[in-house]
């Protein structure tokens, strides 16, 4: 459910962007989702048919989702460790005071279209 | 063979929504009125605290109340019942969380110029309405007894974005191993700055604190 509302979203960034661009039909979107967005990608990948087949711009528009892989940094001992294993807890000096640097995306890269015309 | 034209965007898709959700805020603040986003797990007690909160606030805050629900609008009449306070109910049409556009509707039906306060009791929910700013002017969460202590450990996003945690149904801490320390100690892990108040919505134990710290909430925000 909260995939949808992100769908609704990403359908009218991906509008905007294809309007200002004199773009008719896109052929793909690809996003850039974090690890630890809270976004699960089968469900976006479902909504996203749902949603993205009742617009005539985006029908049959595929949607492609790189993965980021999430990193926490330390800020008593410089360390970067993967957020997955270790959560907030640094794995070197077991401090607590660290922070995400990255992993908590949910972003539009590119849109691809059809060149031939 | 077809080619393929890429056109770069590179734009989270919250970013529309924080706009927003920044230009509702100031145009609450010109005319004086505070927004609060209440959200919990499904029945945590929001309806319940916000019944005994509103009692307690009667004469010293003008309350309005927003009621956000996938399709019911039970939350809405029980308040207008219970205490006689306006209350509307919003419904998100199968979304799990409100938007600021949402909230900005919502509004369009509430007495502004009557208010000096209005609450948004959010969908039930840990996960999704933490992600989007609705323009309040802070976000308050309840934490119930029986959800247990560990939650803040679990649900990192919406601990850290709430400014004030309720802990609710402390009348039931004797059949539960929920410690307050351990509570208090996660919460600030995540946001060092929330106030953690322990509540018992069925007792009205701490719901005073609440309305305190709402009555000064909303003064605040008038002088600044
Ligand atoms: N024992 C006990 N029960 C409580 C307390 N506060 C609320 N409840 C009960 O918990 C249940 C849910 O309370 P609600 O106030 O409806 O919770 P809610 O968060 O508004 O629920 P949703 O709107 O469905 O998400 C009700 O049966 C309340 O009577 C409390 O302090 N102690
Ligand atoms: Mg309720
Ligand atoms: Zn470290």
Redesign the pocket.
């Known amino acids: 459910m909260h995939e949808l509302g992100i769908v609704f979203y990403i359908i009218r960034d991906v509008k905007e962007a294809a309007q200002a661009n004199g773009v008719g039909h896109v052929d793909a979107v690809v996003m850039d989702i974090g690890e630890v967005s809270t976004i699960i990608p089968d469900y976006l990948q479902d909504c996203w048919r749902w949603a993205a087949d009742k617009e005539d711009m985006l029908r049959g528009c595929e949607l492609k989702i790189n993965t980021i892989n999430a990193v926490t940094r330390c800020g008593d001992c410089g360390a970067e460790y993967g957020t997955v294993e270790h959560g907030k807890t640094c794995p070197v000096c077991q401090s607590a005071n660290t922070w995400l640097i990255r992993g908590n995306e949910v972003e539009i890269k590119e849109i691809q279209v059809n060149d031939n015309n | 063979m077809d080619k393929v034209k890429v056109i770069e965007i590179k734009k989270s898709v919250f970013a529309d929504n924080d706009e927003d959700a920044a230009r509702l805020r100031s145009e609450l603040k010109r005319r004086g009125v505070y927004l609060l986003n209440l959200m919990?797990?499904?029945?945590?007690?929001?309806?319940?605290?916000?019944?005994q909160t509103l009692k307690r606030l009667e004469g010293r805050l003008r309350v309005s109340v927003m009621?956000a629900?996938i399709d019911s609008d039970v939350?809405a009449i029980?308040i207008q019942e219970a205490t006689g306070v306006p209350s509307i109910q919003l419904h998100t049409g199968g979304m799990c969380h409100l938007d600021a556009e949402m909230t900005r509707q919502g509004l369009d039906n509430v007495a502004l110029s009557d208010s000096d306060l209005v609450i948004l009791?959010n969908?039930?929910n840990l996960v999704c309405p933490a992600e989007f700013d609705t323009g309040a002017v802070r976000n308050a969460m309840?934490l119930?007894v029986p959800e247990g202590h560990d939650k803040p450990l679990k649900y990192p996003l919406m601990f850290s974005v709430c400014d004030l945690v309720l802990v609710?149904?402390?009348?039931?801490m004797p059949y539960f191993d929920f410690d307050m320390d351990k509570c208090r100690e996660y919460v600030h892990m995540r946001n060092p700055k929330a106030v953690i108040i322990p509540?018992?919505?069925?007792?009205g134990e701490g719901i005073d604190a609440f309305a305190d710290w709402l009555v000064q909430e909303v003064k605040n925000w008038k002088q600044q």
């Open positions: 919990s797990s499904p029945g945590s007690g929001k309806t319940t605290t916000l019944i009621e629900d939350d029980k009791e969908v039930g309840i119930s609710n149904k402390t009348d039931v509540i018992c919505a069925k007792t």
